[in-house]
């Protein structure tokens, strides 16, 4: 008998074992978040975004009463990968586009990490002579393993 004591104890302390390893195995893994550093007027917001799966659902979000500013980031189907950035003039008669950039997804490793993956763009507003100025980068967050 003593020995089946022993033997049940251990199965307990086992199980113990594989709850502890269970758990340590959910800990957060990191999920990219796009961010882009957006500034105009002498103020910088960042905006965030996440992968979609149709670009057809991302809005626009204004940038002062001139700049719309678009960001549309696909990581799926591979072929249609990328990160593609617009800037739009907010106009009477709609939205007109000023500028468009498209970058691959994974895009490569930036030489001037200062300003991400993308540089620091320069766009210009030719009715009030305002500037907008941006760069993007990809950012690691804390994420919960599914």
């Given at each position: 008998?003593?020995?089946?004591?022993?033997?049940?104890?251990?199965?307990?302390?086992?199980?113990?074992?594989?709850?502890?390893?269970?758990?340590?195995?959910?800990r957060p893994v990191a999920?990219?978040?796009?961010?882009?550093?957006?500034?105009?007027?002498?103020?910088?917001?960042?905006?965030?975004?996440?992968?979609?799966?149709?670009?057809?659902?991302?809005?626009?979000?204004?940038?002062?009463?001139?700049?719309?500013?678009?960001?549309?980031?696909?990581?799926?189907?591979?072929?249609?990968?990328?990160?593609?950035?617009?800037?739009?003039?907010?106009?009477?008669?709609?939205?007109?586009?000023?500028?468009?950039?498209?970058?691959?997804?994974?895009?490569?490793?930036?030489?001037?990490?200062?300003?991400?993956?993308?540089?620091?763009?320069?766009?210009?507003?030719?009715?009030?002579?305002?500037?907008?100025?941006?760069?993007?980068?990809?950012?690691?967050?804390?994420?919960?393993?599914?």
């Amino acid at each position: 008998m003593p020995q089946h004591r022993f033997a049940s104890a251990g199965r307990r302390h086992c199980g113990r074992c594989l709850l502890a390893a269970t758990l340590l195995c959910a800990r957060p893994v990191a999920a990219e978040t796009l961010l882009c550093h957006v500034t105009y007027g002498g103020e910088t917001r960042i905006l965030r975004a996440e992968p979609v799966a149709s670009p057809y659902t991302v809005p626009v979000e204004a940038i002062g009463s001139y700049f719309l500013f678009r960001m549309v980031w696909q990581k799926e189907p591979a072929d249609l990968a990328a990160i593609k950035l617009y800037v739009l003039a907010a106009r009477d008669g709609g939205a007109a586009p000023i500028q468009q950039l498209t970058h691959p997804y994974p895009p490569p490793a930036s030489t001037r990490p200062a300003y991400g993956f993308t540089g620091l763009n320069s766009v210009y507003e030719p009715v009030r002579d305002g500037e907008l100025q941006y760069w993007c980068e990809l950012s690691a967050a804390a994420g919960r393993a599914p």
